[in-house]
C-alpha cells in the first residue's frame, strides 16, 4: 500500500514537472536555445500569484488570469531584446547571456522582495482525499489534472491550428520551413512566449503548496533540465513522460532511499542519460541536426 | 515580359564567392533551365533568388521590383516558391499537413480548398497517402509531394532544384511529364537539373553555370545541339 | 640567445608588471585593499585554469566550483581531522582533482555545446549534494571551522601582506601553465580542436587525449586556488565551495577580460572583483541582491556587445603600437623557398620516386560498402592505388565521392569491405587522427582552416603530428608556406584570407603532416581558371615530392589533364576506371553526366 500511495504522490509531483518542464522544451525545440533563466520565470509567475492574492485577495487559481498574459509579453521580449541579437552566435554565447538573465532576475526579486520565504494560506492547501488508506491531496490532484488538461492543450494547439503547424515545422526543418514562407523570427518569438506562458500557469498552481522565494526558480529548473532531456529536448511529449518518471522516482527514492538524496538521484539520471543518450528517451535530435531530410 | 531579373549577382557563402557578376533573366510564362556541374553555384543561386542566403552585391528584380533585400518569407508572398534540392519535407507531418503548410501566404490561404482539389486531381497517389506521413513516403512520391506543396502556394515562379536527383527512371519521366502540366497552366518555371538532355529537352531557354558564371546562354535546342555543352561537363 | 624586437619587449614587459603587482601589495597598508588584491590575485589565477579548458579549448565548463569545493575541503579536512598541514594538503587536493577530471573527463568530453555545459553543471551539483548530505565527514550545511594557526606550512598568516604575496605566487604560477601550454603543442592542439575538431583530427591530433590533459591541468590549479582561499576564509560551508554562482564566476571573468587570451582572466579578475567589493561596500548588505543583479546585467551586456572581451577593445591600438617595433622575431634560415627542407622531411623515409617500383600497390579498397538509413553511399566499391600515381575520382552529384573520402581517411567505417594501406587493414580503424598518423592526408570540401590563428600556426599544428618541438614544426610550417605562396601573409589571421589562399593553406597544412597519400576534395571547387591553373602545378609538384596523390574533383579539365588514371563513380558504385582518353569516350560515363541517350554529336 505504501508503494501504491508513493506511486500516486510520485505521479502527482510529476505533474508538477510536467507543467514547468513542458514550456522549457518547447522553447529549445523551436527556437533551439536552452533558457538558463527559465526557472526565474516561474519565480516571477509565483510572485504575480502571490501578490494577487495578498494584495487583491484574487484565489491563485484565478490569478492565472493576470499572470498568463503577463508572462506570455515577458517571454516574447526577452526573445526580441536579447535572445533575438544572437540567434546566430555561438552557443556559449547564448548560454552565457540566459545565464545572465538568470542572474540578473533572481537578484532583482532578492532586492525587490527580500529572501523571505513568503506562503499563503489557502484551506484548498490542506485539503485531503481519502480512499481507503491512501491519502491525496487536493491541490496536487489540481495540478495533475491541469498538467494533463494543458499538455492536451498543447498537444492540440500544436497540432490542429496552423500556427500550431508552423511551429512544429520550424522544428523539424528550419529551411524548408523558410521556403514554405513562415517567418521564422516571428514565431520564435512567439513560441519564447508560448513557453512563458506556459510556467505562469505552473507558478499559479503550486503556489499553495510551495514557499515563494526568490532562488525558488533554481530549485525546479534543475529538475526541469533533467526532465527535458530525459524525455528528449524539443519533444513535448518526452517532457510529459520524463515529468511523470522524475516525480515517481521523486517520490521512492524519498522514501527508499534519503528525502535529502533524492536530488542526487536525478542527476545521477541527468548524467547517465546525457552519456548514454543524449537524445533522450523520445526525442529526435539535439543540439546537432542530424539529416532530418 | 522579364519575371525575374539577375543583374551582376555576386554571392558569397562565408568567404567564397559562389556566384560572380552573374546576369540572367527568366521570361514570363516560359521554362527555363539552369544546367553546369557540381559547385556550379546552381542550388546558391536558387537560395540566393528564395532569400535564404543574402546577396553581395547586383540585384535581383522580381515583377519589376527590386527584392535583392526583401527577407525570404515575403518573397514567397510574392510567388516566388522553390522546391528545394533533397525535398525538404516535414517528415513527422502526413502528406495532408505538409500540404497544408503549403498554403500559408494570403492568395495561397484563401484558394486552400480549391488548391488541394486540383493537387489531388494531378496527384492521385497523395490522395490515397493523405494521412501517411511524409517520411515513408517512397522517393517518387516524397518529389511529387513537395511539388504538390510548391502548387498550393499559388506560385507565379516555381524553382526546381534537381527534381530527378535519386528517382528511377521511369518516375522522373512521371515527375517531368507534370512539369510539362504546370507550364501548361501558366506557372513559369525555372529548372536547374543533373540530367541535361531531359532538362533542356523540356524547357525553352537555357542557362550554362560554371563556377559562379554564365557560360552559355539561349534557347535550349541551340544549346543541346552545341558542342560546348560537352566541354563544359567533360572537359574536353 | 639573442632576442629582438617583440620577444624583447614581452620579456620587459613581464617583469614590469610583476613588478607592479608586488609594489601594489607593499603600497596598500589598508586591510580592505590587501584583500581584495588577494581575491584578485586568487581568481584570476583559478579563472586563468579555467579558460584553458573554456578559452583555449573552447569547451565551456560550468561546473569548475567541482575541482575548487575538492579542492578547499581536501585541504580543510586534512588537516582539521588528520592534522596534515595544508602545505601538504594542497598536493592531496591536485591529486584527487586530477583524478576527478579523468573520470568525468572522459564521457563529458562526447557531449558537445549547450550538453556539455549541462554535465558539467549536473557534476558540480552532485558534488554540491554529496557535501550538503555527508554531514560526517564536511558537517554539511553547518559549515566547517579551520583553526587558525597562522605559519608558512599552515598558509595562514597573521597579516595580510603575505596572503597578497601568496595569491600573487598562485596567479603567477597559474599565469604560467597557461603560458606554456599556449606555447607548445597542446595549446595548438586546443586551439585547433575549439575551431574545427573534425580538421584537427585530420591533421593527427588526438583531440580527446588534448582535451583531458588540458582538463587535468585546468583542475588541479583550479583545486590548487580552492585550498589556498580556504585557508584564508577559514571556514567551508558546501554552497559557497560548490555552487554553480561560484562557476559562473570563474567564466564571466575571463570572458569579460577576454576569452581564450592569456591576460584576459587578469584583466576581468581586475575589473570585476574590485567592483563585487565596491558595490557591497557602498550598498551595503541593506540592498541584498543589488550587487548581484548588476552583475547579471553586465554578463548580458558583455555577451551581446564585447563578446570577444576587453582585450580586444585594447588590443587593436596595442597592435598598432607593437608594428612600430616590427622587428623580426627569428631570422629564416636561407634555404627557405626552395624545395630543400620539405625534400628533406617529406621525401625522408620513403624511397626517392625514381627509384621507386612504379606500379607497387600502396592502398587497396576491396568491395567496400556505406549506408546510411536506407541509402546505399558507396556501394562494392572496389579499387587499387599505385604508389605515386595520382588518380582522380569524377562523377555527378551524389555518386558517393565524398562518402569514399571519409572511409579512406577514417571519420566513416565502411559497413563491409575493407581497406588496406600499406599492408595494415586500415577500415577496422574508426580514427582520423591515428590514419592521418599512419601517412593518409587529406582537405576538406569545405576548407576548414583554424579561423582564429595565423597561417603560420595553422600549417603547425599539421608539423605537430611528427614533431613535438616547437622549433623544427615552425621550421617545417615556415618551408610549406612559402612554397606555397604564402609567406607574405604567415603572420594573418585566417578569415582576411582569399578562398585560393585559404585552399593552398589547407593543402600546406596537410603536408606538414608529412603524408605517404593525400587525399584533395574538390580542392578547385570556386577558383578563377588562372588559379586553376596554378593549383594543377601545385599538385604537380607535391607528386614529385613523392606523395602519391588521390583528388576528387568537377572541374573537368584540371582533373583530365592531372590525373594519370581516373575513377568514375555514379550512384554508389564504381562504373569506369582507366587512363582520362578512355574514359571521356566511355558512354556509361557520358551518360551518368549528361543523360540518357544523349548522343555524341559525329565528329
Known amino acids: ?91 556559449y554565447m547564448q548560454i552565457f547571456v540566459t545565464v545572465g538573465l538568470s542572474i540578473a532576475l533572481l537578484n532583482m526579486a532578492l532586492f525587490l522582495f527580500t529572501g523571505d520565504y513568503q506562503s499563503i494560506n489557502l484551506p484548498l492547501a490542506k485539503k485531503t482525499i481519502n480512499a481507503g488508506s491512501l491519502s491525496i491531496s487536493y491541490a496536487r490532484v489540481v495540478i495533475f489534472l491541469t498538467s494533463l488538461a494543458v499538455s492536451a492543450g498543447l ?87 520524463g515529468g511523470f518518471i522524475i516525480g515517481v522516482a521523486d517520490s521512492l527514492s524519498g522514501y527508499y532511499i534519503d528525502p535529502s538524496l533524492k536530488e542526487l538521484v536525478y542527476f545521477i539520471i541527468f548524467l547517465v542519460v546525457l552519456l548514454i543518450r543524449p537524445s533522450g528517451l523520445m526525442g529526435i535530435v539535439g543540439a546537432e541536426e542530424m539529416g532530418l531530410k | ?179 510539362l502540366e504546370i507550364h501548361k497552366s501558366g506557372i513559369t518555371i525555372l529548372l536547374v537539373e543533373q540530367d541535361v538532355k531531359k532538362s533542356l529537352n523540356l524547357s525553352d531557354m537555357g542557362y550554362v553555370l560554371e563556377n559562379g558564371r554564365v557560360v552559355m546562354q539561349g534557347s535550349s535546342k541551340d544549346i543541346l545541339a552545341s558542342d560546348s555543352i560537352r566541354k563544359a561537363y567533360l572537359g574536353m | ?26 603600497v596598500s597598508t589598508n586591510s580592505f585593499y590587501l584583500n581584495i588584491l588577494f581575491t584578485i590575485f586568487m581568481f584570476a589565477g583559478i579563472s586563468s585554469a579555467w579558460n584553458i579548458i573554456g578559452g583555449f579549448a573552447g569547451q565551456l565548463s560550468l561546473g569548475h566550483s567541482a575541482f575548487y569545493g575538492l579542492g578547499a575541503y581536501t585541504c580543510g579536512l586534512l588537516l582539521v581531522k588528520l592534522g596534515i598541514p595544508p602545505i601538504l594538503g594542497i598536493w592531496a587536493s591536485i591529486i584527487l582533482a586530477s583524478l576527478l577530471a579523468i573520470i568525468i573527463g572522459y564521457p563529458c568530453f562526447r557531449l558537445r555545446g549547450p550538453f556539455f555545459t549541462l554535465a558539467t553543471i549536473a557534476v558540480g551539483e552532485v558534488l554540491l549534494i554529496l557535501a550538503v548530505n555527508m554531514k560526517t565527514v564536511t558537517a554539511g550545511s553547518e559549515g566547517l571551522s579551520i583553526p587558525f594557526h597562522p605559519s608558512l606550512y599552515n598558509l595562514s598568516f597573521q597579516t595580510k601582506t603575505p596572503y597578497a604575496l601568496l595569491g600573487l605566487l598562485f596567479m ?52 590548487l586556488g580552492g585550498g589556498i582561499y580556504a585557508q584564508y576564509v577559514l571556514f567551508l560551508e558546501p554552497h559557497s565551495e560548490f555552487s554553480l554562482a561560484t562557476s559562473v564566476n570563474f567564466a564571466m571573468i575571463s570572458m569579460v577580460g577576454g576569452l581564450g587570451t592569456l591576460m584576459g582572466p587578469v584583466i576581468g579578475a581586475f575589473i570585476l572583483i574590485p567592483l563585487q567589493e565596491f558595490l557591497r561596500a557602498w550598498l551595503g548588505g541593506a540592498s541584498q541582491g543589488l550587487y548581484f543583479f548588476i552583475y547579471g546585467v553586465l554578463l548580458i551586456l558583455v555577451v551581446m556587445f564585447m563578446p570577444q572581451g576587453i582585450i580586444h577593445f585594447c588590443a587593436r591600438p596595442f597592435n598598432k603600437l607593437m608594428q612600430r617595433f616590427s622587428l623580426p622575431e627569428e631570422e629564416f634560415p636561407s634555404h627557405i623557398g626552395t624545395l630543400y627542407e620539405a625534400r628533406q622531411v617529406l621525401t625522408k623515409n620513403k624511397q626517392l620516386v625514381t627509384n621507386d617500383m612504379p606500379n607497387e600497390e600502396i592502398l587497396k579498397v576491396e568491395s567496400v560498402s556505406k549506408r546510411f538509413g536506407g541509402i546505399t ?50 577500415s577496422e580503424i574508426h580514427k582520423s587522427h591515428i590514419i592521418c598518423r599512419l601517412g593518409i592526408g587529406r582537405t576538406f570540401q569545405i576548407v576548414k582552416p583554424f579561423e582564429n590563428i595565423t597561417v603560420l600556426e595553422n600549417v603547425m599544428v599539421g608539423s ?84 602519391t596523390i588521390i583528388v576528387v574533383e568537377h572541374v573537368m579539365q584540371a582533373i583530365m589533364s592531372l590525373s594519370d588514371r581516373i575513377m568514375v563513380m555514379a550512384e554508389g558504385k564504381k562504373i569506369a576506371e582507366g587512363p582520362p582518353a578512355e574514359i571521356i569516350h566511355n558512354p556509361l560515363v557520358i551518360k551518368a553526366y549528361l543523360g540518357d541517350e544523349y548522343e555524341t554529336p559525329s565528329a
Open chain 1, 1 to 91: 500500500m505504501i508503494l501504491l500511495q508513493l506511486i500516486i504522490n510520485g505521479l502527482l509531483l510529476g505533474g508538477v514537472y510536467v507543467l514547468i518542464s513542458i514550456g522549457l522544451t518547447l522553447i529549445f525545440g523551436v527556437v533551439r536555445v536552452i533558457n538558463f533563466a527559465h526557472g526565474e520565470l516561474l519565480m516571477i509567475s509565483m510572485y504575480i500569484s502571490y501578490f494577487a492574492y495578498a494584495m487583491l485577495g484574487l484565489h491563485p487559481y484565478a490569478s492565472i488570469l493576470i499572470s498568463v498574459p503577463f508572462m506570455f509579453i515577458i517571454g516574447m521580449v526577452i526573445d526580441r531584446i536579447i535572445i533575438k541579437p544572437l540567434r546566430e552566435a555561438p552557443s
Open chain 1, 155 to 241: 498537444f492540440l494547439f500544436l497540432k490542429k491550428t496552423d500556427i500550431g503547424k508552423q511551429i512544429r515545422a520550424i522544428a523539424q526543418d528550419r529551411m524548408a520551413a523558410q521556403l514554405v514562407g513562415i517567418n521564422l523570427n516571428k514565431l520564435y518569438t512567439l513560441s519564447f512566449g508560448i513557453g512563458s506562458a506556459l510556467v505562469a500557469i505552473a507558478g499559479a498552481l503550486i503556489l499553495p503548496i510551495y514557499y515563494v522565494f526568490p532562488s525558488v526558480g533554481s530549485y525546479f529548473v534543475l529538475t526541469a533540465f533533467v526532465v527535458v532531456v530525459l524525455g528528449g529536448l524539443g519533444n513535448t511529449m518526452g517532457a510529459i513522460l
Open chain 2, 1 to 179: 515580359m522579364k519575371l525575374l531579373q539577375l543583374k551582376n549577382l555576386h554571392v558569397r557563402y562565408g568567404d567564397i564567392e559562389v556566384i560572380r557578376e552573374l546576369s540572367l533573366a527568366v521570361e514570363n510564362g516560359k521554362i527555363t533551365s539552369l544546367v553546369g556541374s557540381n559547385g556550379a553555384g546552381k542550388t546558391s543561386l536558387l537560395k540566393a533568388i528564395s532569400g535564404i542566403i543574402p546577396v553581395h552585391s547586383g540585384e535581383i528584380l522580381f515583377e519589376g521590383r527590386n527584392i535583392t533585400h526583401v527577407p525570404a518569407h515575403e518573397r514567397v508572398e510574392m510567388g516566388i516558391i522553390q522546391i528545394p534540392e533533397g525535398r525538404r519535407l516535414f517528415p513527422y507531418m502526413n502528406v495532408m499537413e505538409n500540404l497544408e503548410l503549403g498554403s500559408i501566404p494570403r492568395r495561397a490561404k484563401a484558394n486552400r480548398s480549391k488548391n488541394l482539389e486540383k493537387v489531388f486531381d494531378i496527384f492521385p497517389k497523395l490522395a490515397e497517402r493523405k494521412n501517411q506521413l511524409a517520411g515513408t513516403l517512397s522517393g517518387g512520391e516524397q518529389q511529387m509531394l513537395a511539388i504538390a506543396r510548391g502548387l498550393m502556394s499559388n506560385p507565379s515562379l516555381l524553382m526546381l532544384d534537381e527534381p530527378s536527383l535519386g528517382l528511377a527512371p521511369l518516375v522522373v519521366k512521371e515527375i517531368f511529364a507534370i512539369l
Open chain 3, 1 to 26: 640567445m639573442k632576442l629582438r624586437g617583440k620577444n624583447q619587449i614581452k620579456v620587459y614587459a613581464t617583469i614590469g608588471s610583476i613588478l607592479i603587482f608586488i609594489g601594489l601589495v607593499f
Open chain 3, 172 to 223: 603567477l604560477i597559474s599565469l604560467s601553465a597557461a603560458y606554456i601550454i599556449k606555447k607548445t603543442r597542446l595549446g595548438y592542439e586546443l586551439v585547433a580542436l575549439r575551431d574545427e575538431d573534425q580538421a584537427a583530427e585530420s591533421l593527427g591530433v588526438n583531440t580527446t587525449r588534448a582535451k583531458i590533459v588540458a582538463l587535468i591541468i585546468s583542475a588541479a590549479i583550479t583545486a
Open chain 3, 377 to 426: 553511399a558507396v556501394n562494392n566499391v572496389s579499387l587499387s592505388v599505385r604508389k605515386g600515381e595520382i588518380l582522380g575520382i569524377i562523377g555527378p552529384n551524389g555518386a558517393g565521392k565524398s562518402t569514399l573520402f571519409n572511409l579512406l581517411s577514417g571519420v566513416y567505417k565502411p559497413d563491409s569491405g575493407l581497406i588496406i594501406y600499406n599492408g595494415i587493414t586500415i
Open chain 3, 464 to 547: 605537430f603530428c611528427r614533431t613535438n618541438s616547437v622549433q623544427k614544426a615552425k621550421r617545417l610550417a615556415l618551408e610549406l608556406i612559402s612554397i606555397a605562396g604564402l609567406m607574405e601573409k604567415k603572420d594573418y589571421i585566417c578569415h582576411s584570407l582569399t578562398l585560393a589562399d585559404k585552399k593552398r593553406l589547407e593543402v600546406a597544412r596537410a603536408l606538414a603532416t608529412q603524408p605517404t597519400i593525400l587525399l584533395l576534395d574538390e580542392v578547385m571547387a570556386g577558383l578563377t581558371t588562372s588559379e586553376v591553373e596554378e593549383a594543377i602545378k601545385w599538385i604537380r609538384m607535391i607528386r614529385e615530392l613523392g606523395i
